[in-house]
């Protein structure tokens, strides 16, 4: 296989869903060239498509590894941590497995927030720290100011495919996206249930007029 498509492999396995163009951007190479190769890897079963609606206008198509695509990658760890996570479903109540991964979230919050004095910093600040600590966890985060508060999409997510059959693993950075703000946050969209991305609404923030 190319390096060129390996590199679109990558890129869908970090981003889960992208357009050409979004591919051509990230690989750097033209649009045109993307949609050869694109074509390559769905003739090999790698690489599915869909159409997707964004806004006002036509659908556009959006590209997604297939299972088979997505076990071109090495899966052990992936494996390791679906089963000890099969393992704590089957020994332990729902409600202590919620707590698990809740926990886990404090005590990540927990320790960045030792090292940073984030109740006396605006909100767009902190709002620029977690984008920051995501990004270190493996997360691609953008925010935005809107008429009805501060949205933060997360554009991919280490999660994803874990997710998929364990959703208990999102209360991971919800909770830590919440505990860094020290504000609450509403998910108003969700990857696992069809949407491009998740979003999440912050609660109870004063808004400003800056944006990044």
């Known amino acids: 296989m190319s390096n060129t498509r390996e590199k679109v492999l990558e890129t869908l396995l970090a981003r889960q869903r992208c357009t ?3 591919l051509a951007d990230t690989v750097g190479i033209n649009p ?3 949609r050869h190769h694109i074509n390559k890897l769905e003739a090999a079963g790698l690489v599915a498509s869909e159409e997707e609606r964004h806004g006002v206008g036509r659908p556009r198509l959006v590209y997604f590894l297939t299972e088979k695509g997505i ?7 992936l494996t390791l941590t679906v089963r000890l996570l099969e393992q704590l479903k089957e020994n332990m109540p729902e409600s202590m497995v919620g707590k698990l991964f809740t926990q886990m979230a404090d005590d990540l919050a927990a320790d960045y ?4 004095a984030l109740g ?3 909100i767009e600040e902190r709002l620029n720290l977690v984008k920051d600590l995501l990004s270190t966890e493996g997360f691609t985060m953008e925010w935005e100011l809107k008429e009805d508060g501060y949205h933060i999409r997360e554009i991919s997510c280490p999660y994803y495919h874990i997710g998929q059959s364990h959703p208990e693993v999102c209360t991971v950075d919800e909770t ?3 505990n860094m703000l020290s504000v609450p946050i509403e998910k108003v969209k969700c ?5 491009s991305h998740c979003t999440y609404i912050v609660l109870g923030s004063e808004k400003t007029t800056h944006q990044p």
């Open 71 to 77: 076990e071109q990658f090495p899966s052990r760890y």
């Open 20 to 22: 050409i163009n979004n």
């Open 176 to 178: 830590l996206i919440s």
């Open 120 to 122: 006396e910093l605006p």
């Open 191 to 195: 990857i696992l249930d069809g949407d």
């Open 32 to 34: 045109i060239s993307v």
């Open 113 to 116: 927030a030792s090292e940073l």
